[in-house]
Nanobody, 117 residues
Framework: QVQLVESGGGLVQAGGSLRLSCSASGSIFSIFATGWYRQTPGKQRELVATITNGGTTNYLDSVKGRFTISRDNAKNTVYLQMNSLKTEDTAVYYC???????????WGQGTQVTVSS
């Protein structure tokens, strides 16, 4: 089993920055990619950014150039640096880990990000 704990959410004004952290513990050897998703009420959860163990990254088009996903393997932590935040970035952000063995996918508890105008 893998446990994911997110931190770093909060309230920020538009144009500001936040950094989210996702710390993994447990059977982390099975993880091959980690990502951030977000969800607002009434909408489907959407992929924001992912990073593989090899360092390959992928971003939602609307966050490219503003958000950066990175990892610190020594700390088993993945970060999401969010700059130039917009009100439409307001959501609950979830950390996700994809694993090579069942249950193949893990989720954190979510952290609220609120961007005010």
């Amino acid at each position: 089993q893998v446990q994911l704990v997110e931190s770093g959410g909060g309230l920020v004004q538009a144009g500001g920055s936040l950094r989210l952290s996702c710390s993994a513990s447990g059977s982390i050897f099975s993880i091959f990619a980690t990502g951030w998703y977000r969800q607002t009420p009434g909408k489907q959860r959407e992929l924001v950014a992912t990073i593989t163990n090899g360092g390959t990254t992928n971003y939602l088009d609307s966050v490219k150039g503003r958000f950066t996903i990175s990892r610190d393997n020594a700390k088993n932590t993945v970060y999401l640096q969010m700059n130039s935040l917009k009100t439409e970035d307001t959501a609950v952000y979830y950390c996700n880990a994809e694993a090579a063995r069942a249950p193949y996918e893990y989720w954190g508890q979510g952290t609220q990000v609120t961007v005010s105008s």
